[in-house]
């Protein structure tokens, strides 16, 4: 399989919000929470950890918020055309963005090697073999 090529491009549903992923994940993990099977309609949703620094965006997108179990803000960012969720971010650390990637024109990136709250896990679903797994949000 040919390597993935940086920059990947991404883009909301509609089109309206355009981003630019340009180095590689620092990680991408799948959260089993219960907030998170809520905005994927699935049973977990899939985050790439970034370097805000990494990532491009255009178009004009709009915010959500809401504390987290920790205490810690759990902010969104939107197109506010589409609704398309486009990253999550904690205020707290501005240098790390929470990318939801799958709207990317290149989805290989997308292997998640850590689960976490798998305490609110749908029962039918089978984590696979060696990834790193924690009941809740490790610390």
């Not at 506010?80 to 969720?85: D, E, F, I, K, M």
């Not at 039918?124 to 797994?133: F, I």
Request: charged letters at 25%; one cysteine or more.
């Amino acid at each position: 399989m040919e390597s993935v090529k940086y920059p990947i491009k991404g883009a909301c549903q509609c089109g309206e919000v355009t981003y630019e992923l340009l180095e590689p994940p620092l990680m991408v993990v799948a959260c089993h929470c219960k907030e998170c099977q809520k905005l994927s309609t699935s049973a977990f949703s899939i985050t790439a950890v970034v370097a805000t620094k990494n990532v491009k965006f255009s178009g004009v997108m709009k915010e959500w918020s809401r504390p987290s179990d920790s205490g810690n803000i759990n902010g969104a960012k939107f197109c506010p055309s589409c609704g398309n969720r486009l990253y999550h971010f904690d205020p707290n650390e501005p240098d790390k963005l929470k990318l939801k990637p799958s709207n990317l024109s290149d989805t290989r990136i997308i292997k998640p090697t850590v689960h976490v709250w798998l305490s609110e896990k749908q029962d039918w679903y089978q984590v696979p073999e060696g990834v790193k797994t924690f009941d809740k949000q490790p610390s």
